[in-house]
């Protein structure tokens, strides 16, 4: 059995960087150097500059790139780079049509910046296909997905938007962050460039940001390459090797964190103080038949609206267990608050125009008994009861 055999759990550890060919160490070595010495002035060897390659990083692109069935990886100094770096592929005059609730980051490049160099953008519900036909113009060039999307979870049928830009010849970016490789394969879906904030299930402990990019195509791999080291928001070596390390455990990591979040979700659903839960994960989902044939899961990352943003105040301040941070895909869980933490570059009227209201929490599930957690938000709902009955009872709560 060769590791390209190896199921996909196997080939996090066991793949072509399990063992350091010069020493027959089981840990990818960091290589600090800048530079490298050549032998020949008329030929130089594989490595010259770090910036344009480095073992360390070399190793991580390697591996992303077995693991998301594409045949180049690239790491970035953070997803924002690795997603900036494949905008570059867009020339002044391009259109790209773009899902409307994407990162708030990615929406601020898009708006902000790309705009100022003349590349044209229009958001669609991109789970509505008529809707995405409708955005396209003769410059469109590239359709950017994100699903689930962040943070209202909808599902993007990757299959369909692929295959209409491959009819008018644009490509199909997927922001894979929220499933990552261990559930969802965008390449294998007909995707041109899947992209990671490796900050997130990736490395999944809080302690590095890092962005990575792969493709399918030696075309493509060669003009990202180029861009990779023209713009130069490479990934240092100490972080590329935080992240080889995270990805051994993603399997398990994901496994537990992904089966917790269901649980927490259906509690969630059955709680009288929550007004919506949106995971892909439950049956009533809009897109669950969808997210099931596209991916092997729903993910750990889930979102919640609570009555009132007042309610969503007391709710935050009454739990105990998840940090209430920026950020997704740790072992500890997050709790964030999207109208003032992902979204906050979005205005209120942008925000409220793709649903993202100010009674919106995001929960990325880590690797906690799900039952202390569930205990956790059951006790800080409980108060908000309380206070509400108080209030009804016009007494002060
Ligand atoms: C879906 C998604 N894409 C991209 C990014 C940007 O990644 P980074 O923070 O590593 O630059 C984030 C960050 O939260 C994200 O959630």
Same mark, same amino acid.
């Given at each position: 059995?060769?590791e390209?055999?190896?199921?996909? !759990?196997?080939?996090?550890?066991?793949?072509?960087?399990?063992?350091?060919?010069?020493?027959?160490?089981?840990?990818?070595?960091?290589?600090?150097?800048?530079?490298?010495?050549?032998?020949?002035? %008329?030929?130089? %060897?594989? +490595?010259? +500059? &770090?910036?344009? =390659?480095?073992?360390?990083? !070399?190793?991580?692109?390697?591996?992303?790139a077995?693991?998301?069935?594409?045949?180049?990886?690239f790491?970035?100094?953070?997803?924002?780079?690795a997603?900036?770096?494949?905008?570059? =592929?867009?020339s002044?005059?391009?259109?790209?049509?773009?899902?409307?609730?994407?990162?708030? %980051?990615?929406?601020?490049?898009?708006?902000?910046?790309?705009?100022?160099?003349?590349?044209?953008?229009?958001?669609?519900?991109?789970?509505?296909?008529?809707?995405?036909?409708?955005?396209?113009?003769?410059?469109?060039?590239?359709?950017?997905?994100?699903?689930?999307?962040?943070?209202?979870?909808?599902?993007?049928?990757i299959?369909?938007?692929?295959?209409?830009?491959?009819?008018?010849?644009?490509?199909?970016?997927?922001?894979?962050?929220?499933?990552?490789?261990a559930?969802?394969?965008?390449?294998?879906?007909?995707?041109?460039?899947?992209?990671?904030?490796?900050?997130?299930?990736?490395?999944?402990?809080?302690?590095?940001? &890092?962005g990575?990019?792969?493709?399918?195509?030696?075309?493509?791999?060669?003009?990202?390459?180029?861009?990779?080291?023209?713009?130069g928001?490479?990934?240092?070596?100490?972080?590329?090797?935080l992240? =080889?390390?995270? =990805?051994?455990?993603?399997?398990?990591?994901?496994?537990?964190?992904?089966?917790? &979040?269901?649980?927490?979700?259906e509690?969630?659903?059955?709680?009288?103080?929550?007004?919506?839960?949106?995971?892909p994960?439950?049956?009533?989902?809009?897109?669950?038949?969808?997210?099931?044939?596209?991916?092997?899961?729903?993910?750990?990352?889930?979102?919640f609206?609570?009555?009132?943003?007042?309610?969503?105040?007391s709710?935050?301040?009454?739990?105990?267990?998840?940090?209430?941070?920026?950020?997704?895909?740790?072992?500890?869980?997050?709790?964030?608050?999207?109208?003032?933490?992902?979204?906050?570059?979005?205005?209120?009227?942008?925000?409220?125009?793709?649903?993202?209201?100010?009674?919106?929490?995001?929960?990325?599930?880590?690797?906690?008994?799900?039952?202390?957690?569930i205990?956790?938000?059951?006790s800080?709902?409980?108060?908000?009861?309380?206070?509400?009955?108080?209030?009804?009872? %016009?007494e002060?709560?």
């Amino acid at each position: 059995m060769t590791e390209h055999q190896y199921s996909f !759990e196997t080939r996090l550890l066991h793949n072509q960087h399990k063992i350091d060919p010069v020493t027959g160490a089981v840990s990818v070595p960091i290589q600090h150097a800048s530079t490298f010495h050549q032998y020949n002035v %008329g030929q130089f %060897g594989k +490595y010259d +500059y &770090a910036r344009s =390659l480095n073992p360390t990083r !070399e190793a991580l692109e390697d591996v992303i790139a077995e693991l998301e069935n594409g045949i180049k990886g690239f790491a970035f100094s953070s997803g924002m780079a690795a997603i900036s770096t494949a905008f570059l =592929l867009l020339s002044a005059g391009d259109h790209v049509v773009i899902t409307e609730d994407v990162y708030g %980051g990615t929406f601020r490049m898009v708006t902000e910046v790309l705009s100022r160099f003349g590349v044209e953008h229009t958001f669609v519900d991109m789970t509505d296909i008529t809707q995405v036909k409708q955005a396209i113009q003769p410059n469109t060039r590239a359709f950017y997905v994100e699903t689930p999307s962040n943070p209202l979870l909808k599902v993007t049928d990757i299959r369909a938007i692929s295959s209409l830009a491959k009819e008018i010849g644009a490509l199909t970016f997927v922001d894979n962050t929220f499933l990552t490789p261990a559930l969802q394969r965008p390449l294998e879906l007909g995707a041109d460039i899947v992209l990671h904030s490796a900050t997130k299930f990736l490395s999944g402990h809080s302690d590095v940001i &890092a962005g990575l990019a792969v493709v399918k195509d030696e075309e493509l791999a060669k003009r990202l390459g180029f861009l990779q080291n023209s713009f130069g928001a490479v990934l240092g070596v100490q972080d590329a090797w935080l992240v =080889l390390r995270g =990805l051994k455990t993603l399997s398990v990591r994901l496994e537990h964190s992904q089966k917790a &979040a269901l649980q927490i979700a259906e509690f969630l659903q059955s709680h009288p103080q929550i007004e919506k839960v949106y995971y892909p994960g439950l049956s009533d989902h809009p897109h669950y038949e969808l997210q099931h044939a596209q991916a092997q899961g729903a993910g750990a990352v889930l979102s919640f609206e609570l009555k009132s943003e007042a309610a969503l105040r007391s709710f935050v301040s009454g739990v105990n267990i998840p940090v209430f941070a920026v950020s997704l895909g740790a072992v500890e869980s997050i709790l964030s608050y999207p109208a003032k933490m992902s979204h906050a570059a979005m205005s209120l009227a942008e925000r409220e125009k793709r649903g993202i209201k100010n009674s919106l929490l995001r929960l990325s599930v880590g690797l906690e008994n799900p039952d202390d957690m569930i205990n956790d938000f059951s006790s800080s709902l409980e108060q908000l009861s309380e206070a509400n009955l108080a209030l009804q009872q %016009g007494e002060c709560p």
